[in-house]
T-cell receptor, first 113, second 112 residues
Framework: DAGVIQSPRHEVTEMGQEVTLRCKPI?????LFWYRQTMMRGLELLIY????????DSGMPEDRFSAKMPNASFSTLKIQPSEPRDSAVYFC???????????FGPGTRLTVT | SQQGEEDPQALSIQEGENATMNCSYK?????LQWYRQNSGRGLVHLIL?????REKHSGRLRVTLDTSKKSSSLLITASRAADTASYFC????????????FGTGTRLTVIP
């Protein structure tokens, strides 16, 4: 397996624009997680899915953030409209079960100017 | 919120020395995991220790867990320059098997 795949790897956009981050989890993993990492706040869980269903989105900072998982092999995290404080590295991770290790993607470095 | 907290925040040692990082958490757990993150990369799982285990080894890594003190330690023996990275502990929560909570990490620098 190629591991967790994220795209794009880097995204630079202007404030107010819509940003869509993509993730392909490892095949057979039932859990998918979206994290955000910044120097100030460290690694924060935004939302996670189990079998394509969002289970806990309490970490999503605002209504500007939304996430979907239309099928077992694809998820998106959308920010609309984006703001400079959204600049961070966004990681997607997947795991077989909740208790197993999580496999992280390489991350998307988002810069909002 | 429940969260693993690592200390120290930063650690600098000479190659060949041992590195010890600690993690404390607040509530009961099912398991505790340690992850490593190289600069600019995603996290990589190192080792998982369950709440009924006290010690676990994997290569040069040794993890201990003291559930009475709600703490864990990660020991890297005979460190190498390639061990330079940030190390995170992550805990889940009983009884709901809820999210993994990551700490802020320990930044380890191994000087060749």
């Amino acid at each position: 397996d190629a591991g967790v795949i994220q795209s794009p790897r880097h995204e630079v956009t202007e404030m107010g624009q819509e940003v869509t981050l993509r993730c392909k989890p490892i095949s057979g993993h039932d859990y998918l997680f979206w994290y955000r990492q910044t120097m100030m706040r460290g690694l924060e869980l935004l939302i996670y899915f189990n079998n394509n269903v969002p289970i806990d989105d309490s970490g999503m900072p605002e209504d500007r953030f939304s996430a979907k998982m239309p099928n077992a092999s694809f998820s998106t995290l959308k920010i609309q409209p984006s703001e400079p404080r959204d600049s961070a590295v966004y990681f997607c991770a997947s795991s077989r079960t909740m208790a197993d290790e999580q496999y992280f993607g390489p991350g998307t470095r988002l810069t909002v100017t | 919120s429940q969260q693993g907290e690592e200390d120290p925040q930063a650690l600098s040692i000479q190659e060949g020395e041992n590195a010890t990082m600690n993690c404390s958490y607040k509530t009961s757990i099912n398991n505790l995991q340690w992850y490593r993150q190289n600069s600019g990369r995603g996290l990589v799982h190192l080792i998982l220790i369950r709440s009924n285990e006290r010690e676990k080894h994997s290569g040069r890594l040794r993890v201990t867990l003291d559930t009475s003190k709600k703490s864990s330690s990660l020991l890297i023996t005979a460190s190498r320059a390639a061990d330079t990275a940030s190390y995170f502990c992550a805990t889940d929560a009983t009884p709901s098997l809820n999210n993994l909570f990551f700490g802020t990490g320990t930044r380890l620098t191994v000087i060749p």
